[in-house]
């Protein structure tokens, strides 16, 4: 028997539904069910809540019921324990789901019987460098880091250093060091390239610069990508939309590929050029 957790989209009643109905499916057939113990109370399904160390100990999937939020927070959860992520969309872009919610029970028939393949989405690993020393923050994201202006009405300037080498200075609202797979997220909205995410890359792309040039830059995964906080004005940093906190002056953000990649369930070849010609109505010609 197989142990199948999920995570379910904090605001939507669908997917408290969903997450009930697939958990009762699921343990009539003798399988493992997991929620976080929040999602748990939400599907009325107490007696199955987990807290967070035991929730992904042994897990064969982590199945997100929501948008790519949703997925974005299960991935997160499922990368040291190296546990594939299934997306049911219950969102609106649904870039990193994989079915739709009337598909979920197929899906996972389909998973269980071994019907599946794993698309590797690489990760970027960031580490927050503090200048009075304090111990170094350290943490992962599947789409991007995001350091941007913590005052509205003003610019920040960051110094980005590449490899070690200085490349530039730019005044800004902020910048995104983003993969191939958050190439489609707000990097896109700050008129970044589209990446395939069955890349390996950085893309580095500034949101708003106040210079000639406002080039995002395609990167090697394995280059490291320093952002230093210059000035007195401070920056916000949040990783995949989730905040992490405020990075002074003198502070630096340092990023490259990580290590762990997350592991995303599909069935058939990649759609992500269908899925990209759907999401901007694109037209055959």
């Not at 200075?169 to 990097?187: C, F, K, Q, R």
Request: glycine share 10%; proline share 5%.
């Amino acid at each position: 028997m197989a142990a199948i957790g999920f995570v379910l989209h904090p605001d939507r009643d669908d997917a408290g539904e969903l997450g009930a109905s697939l958990a009762d499916w699921l343990v009539e057939r003798g399988h493992d069910v997991r929620f976080p113990v929040e999602d748990a109370v939400r599907c009325g399904r107490e007696e199955l809540g987990c807290m967070d160390r035991d929730l992904m100990s042994g897990l064969d999937v982590l199945v997100g019921l929501g948008g790519d939020g949703t997925v974005l927070r299960a991935a997160d959860r499922a990368v040291d324990e190296d546990v594939p992520v299934l997306g049911v969309n219950l969102g609106q872009l649904g870039y990193l789901t994989t079915v739709e919610p009337g598909q979920a029970r197929v899906a996972l028939k389909r998973f269980l019987a071994g019907s599946y393949e794993l698309d590797e989405r690489m990760r970027l690993d960031c580490r927050v460098v503090r200048v009075d020393g304090s111990p170094e923050l350290s943490r992962s994201a599947l789409n991007e880091a995001l350091l941007e202006r913590s005052e509205l009405g003003h610019t920040i300037r960051i110094n980005v250093t590449l490899d070690g080498e200085p490349f530039t200075s730019y005044l800004a609202d902020g910048m995104i060091v983003a993969t191939p797979t958050g190439s489609t997220a707000y990097a896109l909205s700050a008129r970044g390239p589209i990446v395939d995410p069955r890349h390996r890359a950085q893309v580095v792309v500034p949101v708003s610069p106040h210079m000639l040039f406002d080039r995002a830059l395609v990167l090697e995964a394995s280059s490291e990508v320093r952002l230093t906080i210059q000035g007195p004005r401070s920056a916000h940093l949040s990783l995949d939309g989730r905040s992490v906190g405020i990075v002074h002056d003198g502070d630096a953000v340092v990023c490259r590929a990580a290590s762990a990649p997350t592991r995303l369930v599909r069935f058939g070849p990649p759609t992500f050029h269908r899925v990209l010609k759907e999401k901007f109505g694109l037209n055959d010609r």
